[in-house]
């Protein structure tokens, strides 16, 4: 299995407060990805990095930032949570030069009240 | 927006039986990769077609991929009880910045023992 992580795993939150999840890879992968899984629309790309501090946004990027310092960690903050953010959040890293195949982290369960 | 588009959304069959599922989309494509979701995990890849072939086997799996009617179909033989999961069909499109993938809504599979 790749090398990838998800901290937190669950999380519940109230409405206002900023959250940040990690992801964290030990693969040496350039590409990170952030997706939401929500019933009924599958998986939607937030944001992504392309290398250290290069990202961009995904289809679903309003109420997101992300920041990647470094090559193993992508972070994604909801700088202030609503209850429409309530999702599954998972991670993936992908190897340039391969053939497009992505790893997935565990998930992070997200619960806004 | 959800380029892929799988069918049925949901399938049920009895152990030993195949499973047939239909992933349509709409850009042309670079490869288009199915995956598989084990209930509260992530996603693992099972195998990637490019746009170049027609047929690909990977033990039980059978993937066609038929670019002129822009559609895919998977196809898992002697189903067992552990190949219940959700699969979802990713597309690659040409031209994708950062190898991002289009993930269809997934069809959920029940085999039942």
């Known amino acids: 299995d790749a090398g990838i992580t998800q901290s937190p795993r669950h999380k519940v939150t109230e409405t206002g407060t900023p959250v940040t999840l990690r992801c964290h890879q030990t693969?040496?992968?350039?590409?990170m990805y952030w997706y939401r899984q929500d019933p009924g629309h599958g998986l939607r790309l937030i944001h992504y990095?392309?290398?250290?501090?290069?990202?961009d946004k995904g289809e679903v990027s309003d109420g997101y930032s992300v920041s990647r310092s470094k090559t193993e960690d992508f972070l994604l903050t909801l700088e202030s949570a609503t209850s429409s953010q309530t999702s599954v959040y998972f991670c993936?890293?992908?190897?340039?030069?391969?053939?497009?195949?992505?790893?997935f982290g565990p998930g992070t369960r997200l619960t806004v009240l | 927006s959800q380029q892929g588009e799988e069918d049925p959304q949901a399938l049920s069959i009895q152990e030993g039986e195949n499973a047939t599922m239909n992933c349509s989309y709409k850009?042309?494509?670079?490869?288009l990769q199915w995956y598989r979701q084990n209930s509260g995990r992530g996603l693992v890849h099972l195998i990637l077609?490019?746009?170049?072939?027609r047929e690909k086997h990977s033990g039980r799996l059978r993937v066609t991929l038929d670019t002129s009617k822009k559609s895919s179909s998977l196809l898992i033989t002697a189903s067992r009880a552990a190949d219940t999961a959700s699969y979802f069909c990713?597309?690659?499109?040409?031209?994708?910045?950062?190898?991002?993938?289009?993930f269809g809504g997934g069809t959920r599979v029940l085999v039942k023992p």
């Open positions: 990095s392309y290398g250290v501090k290069d990202t």
């Open positions: 990713a597309t690659a499109p040409i031209k994708a910045a950062g190898n991002k993938l289009t």
């Open positions: 693969e040496n992968h350039r590409y």
């Open positions: 850009t042309s494509i670079n490869n």
């Open positions: 077609i490019r746009s170049n072939e």
């Open positions: 993936a890293i992908n190897e340039r030069g391969g053939e497009n195949e992505q790893f």
